[in-house]
T-cell receptor, first 112, second 111 residues
Framework: QKEVEQDPGPLSVPEGAIVSLNCTYSNSAFQYFMWYRQYSRKGPELLMYTYSSGNKEDGRFTAQVDKSSKYISLFIRDSQPSDSATYLC????????????FGAGTTVTVRA | DGGITQSPKYLFRKEGQNVTLSCEQNLNHDAMYWYRQDPGQGLRLIYYSQIVNDFQKGDIAEGYSVSREKKESFPLTVTSAQKNPTAFYLCATNGGVDTQYFGPGTRLTVL
């Protein structure tokens, strides 16, 4: 069993739809959770960085962490064609940890 | 203009050759990392360095080597011992505030 599981998709939605992305994990000690966005042939860019359980909102993006279920989500509201990318979840035991555990990524296409 | 630069963007290697990938940063970050990304897999850590003149093996260090002689630079050498080197290589840094930030990547193809 992989430490972090992420539905690979691909996911195709019409412009304006809500995109829902999820990851599950097996290590209950993870405390820091990240979402990265990666455009084709580019490096990942950090979208959201959260600690422990709860919600965090940044513009059209909302990250949710449910540590009791070992489940994290990223929601994208009012999706745009520019949101078309691969989204990677990542998590770590400590802040500034050298060791990040990544999901395999979900590829999203937003159709105009 | 602050950031992480990786060069070259594309690199081709013949069988038996060693090649070196460059990673430079002007963010004044202490920690630097090398990852490998293959289709359908998460990023896998090759090597990391938390301070100049010190580095540690990650999960898949076999066939790779690094050096950290300067804070700004963390080059990765893919040696001929790496049997399946075709992949997308990513360098990352961490400034000690939150988490890791990535460079634009180098795509290595073996001919």
């Amino acid at each position: 069993q992989k430490e972090v599981e992420q539905d690979p998709g691909p996911l195709s939605v019409p412009e304006g739809a809500i995109v829902s992305l999820n990851c599950t994990y097996s290590n209950s000690a993870f405390q820091y959770f990240m979402w990265y966005r990666q455009y084709s042939r580019k490096g990942p860019e950090l979208l959201m960085y959260t600690y422990s359980s709860g919600n965090k909102e940044d513009g059209r993006f909302t990250a949710q962490v449910d540590k009791s279920s070992k489940y994290i989500s990223l929601f994208i509201r009012d999706s745009q064609p520019s949101d078309s990318a691969t989204y990677l979840c990542a998590m770590s035991l400590r802040s500034n940890d050298y060791k990040l555990s990544f999901g395999a990524g979900t590829t999203v296409t937003v159709r105009a | 203009d602050g950031g992480i630069t990786q060069s070259p963007k594309y690199l081709f290697r013949k069988e038996g050759q060693n090649v070196t990938l460059s990673c430079e940063q002007n963010l004044n970050h202490d920690a630097m990392y090398w990852y490998r990304q293959d289709p359908g897999q998460g990023l896998r850590l090759i090597y990391y360095s938390q301070i100049v003149n010190d580095f540690q093996k990650g999960d898949i260090a076999e066939g790779y080597s690094v050096s950290r002689e300067k804070k700004e630079s963390f080059p990765l050498t893919v040696t001929s011992a790496q049997k399946n080197p075709t992949a997308f290589y990513l360098c990352a840094t961490n400034g000690g505030v939150d988490t890791q930030y990535f460079g634009p990547g180098t795509r290595l193809t073996v001919l």
